[in-house]
């Protein structure tokens, strides 16, 4: 089993649609991250929080927004998806931002725009 | 930008067989580590490595961080059918907290 869980597991939305995903982890890290993952491909990343704070976004389109409430707790709020946002999102945390910290991944949530 | 070639792309072998995959960078990465995806799930972390040359095993898996720092290998040992999945080499260079992945060697394990 996986310390950091990802909640819904699977998610079908419109286009027109606003929903959230979370992510929880109770390890004591203080970077979270945000993957999205193509069939057959590796993850690619999409944002990092060091420390409650934003400190990469790879160019993610703005219909995707994080939100890190907490250390604990990691969002990422859709809305107005394409069809060609249906992948897995992964959310992986470390013990910090820095090199030498191995990260750890949460099982993702499937998500599907219809 | 960094890419991280990983082969081969997909093995078939047989239960019981070693297997070796490798991962090679256009640049130099201070970390490297090994992930493994089952279908469903999240990857999982194998083995870390953070220095030249470094050799470390878990269990039957054995992975090397290249001299060069520019490639890492994975080794497996006599194979059993909960090997399949798809394995991940990832790299990091710097102090930057972004990981590069590998392209993924996919292995099926025949009884």
């Known amino acids: 089993d996986t310390e950091v869980t990802q909640t819904p597991k699977h998610l079908v939305m419109g286009m027109t649609n606003k929903k959230s995903l979370k992510c929880e982890q109770h390890?004591?890290?203080?970077?979270m991250y945000w993957y999205k993952q193509k069939a057959k491909k590796p993850p690619e990343l999409m944002f990092v929080?060091?420390?409650?704070?934003?400190?990469i976004n790879e160019s993610v389109p703005s219909r995707f927004s994080p939100e890190c409430p907490n250390s604990s707790l990691l969002n990422l709020h859709l809305h107005a998806l394409q069809p060609e946002d249906s992948a897995l999102y992964l959310c992986?945390?470390?013990?910090?931002?820095?090199?030498?910290?191995?990260?750890?991944f949460g099982d993702g949530t499937r998500l599907s725009i219809l | 930008g960094q890419q991280l070639n990983q082969s081969p792309q997909s093995m078939f072998i047989q239960e019981g067989e070693d297997v070796s995959m490798n991962c090679t960078s256009s640049?130099?990465?201070?970390?490297w580590l090994w992930y493994k995806q089952d279908p469903g799930e999240g990857p999982v972390l194998l083995i870390a490595?953070?220095?030249?040359?470094e050799l470390t095993s878990n269990g039957r898996l054995t992975a090397q961080f290249g001299i060069t720092r520019k490639d890492s290998f994975l080794n497996i040992s006599a194979s059993i059918p909960s090997d399949v999945g798809i394995y991940f080499c990832?790299?990091?260079?710097?102090?930057?907290?972004?990981?590069?992945f590998g392209t993924g060697t996919r292995l099926q394990v025949t009884l």
């Open positions: 929080y060091s420390y409650e704070k934003l400190s």
């Open positions: 390890m004591g890290h203080r970077a």
């Open positions: 490595l953070y220095k030249a040359g």
């Open positions: 992986a945390s470390s013990h910090s931002g820095g090199a030498g910290q191995p990260q750890h």
């Open positions: 990832a790299g990091r260079a710097g102090t930057a907290s972004k990981l590069t």
């Open positions: 640049s130099i990465f201070n970390t």
